[in-house]
């Protein structure tokens, strides 16, 4: 795997280093021992997969309060996302600020999320598959969101949502 740090503090984004032979390829999407040598947390708790039949589904921007925060890494499986994290962390000299990246399932890149950051992407294909490994269990009482067009972070998003959830669109301002 190649780890490439993002202006996000903590966010990474994860390239494949396939060993290629006459049958394709074969290459290692997690190790413990390179996140916990980049002092990524290593813990896996779940695996969970979203699919989205429409080009133009939003979900997010997501997140789970301490002490039930996670981490994540985020594969896109099938078709292709704009994906965004958003620094929610107070104390983190990238607070307030996002990046974004595009994934899909043939560029097989990955993003880790760090605890305290708020995640969400617009799928770019219809039948979008995005493969989640999360470090913490599903809370429901610390479930949280921020709202994908809020204007405090002015995040560019590459089109217009054609579908995303109440909830998602009804988070309040950051602010």
Known sequence: MIFHETRLSG???IQL???RDERGFFARTWCRREF???GLNPALAQCSISFNPCKGTLRGLHYQ???YGEAKLVRCTRGAIYDV?????LHSPSFAKWTAMTLTSSNHRMVYVPEGCGHGFLTLEDD??????ISQFF???SARGVRWNDPHFRIEWPAQPRVISQRDRSF???R
């Open 17 to 19: 280093a396939p060993q």
């Open 139 to 141: 809370h429901p009482g």
């Open 36 to 38: 916990e040598a980049r």
């Open 11 to 13: 966010v990474w984004e």
């Open 65 to 67: 309060a301490a002490p």
């Open 172 to 174: 309040a301002d950051f």
């Open 85 to 89: 994290v958003v620094d929610l962390r």
């Open 128 to 133: 979008t598959e995005v493969f989640y490994q």
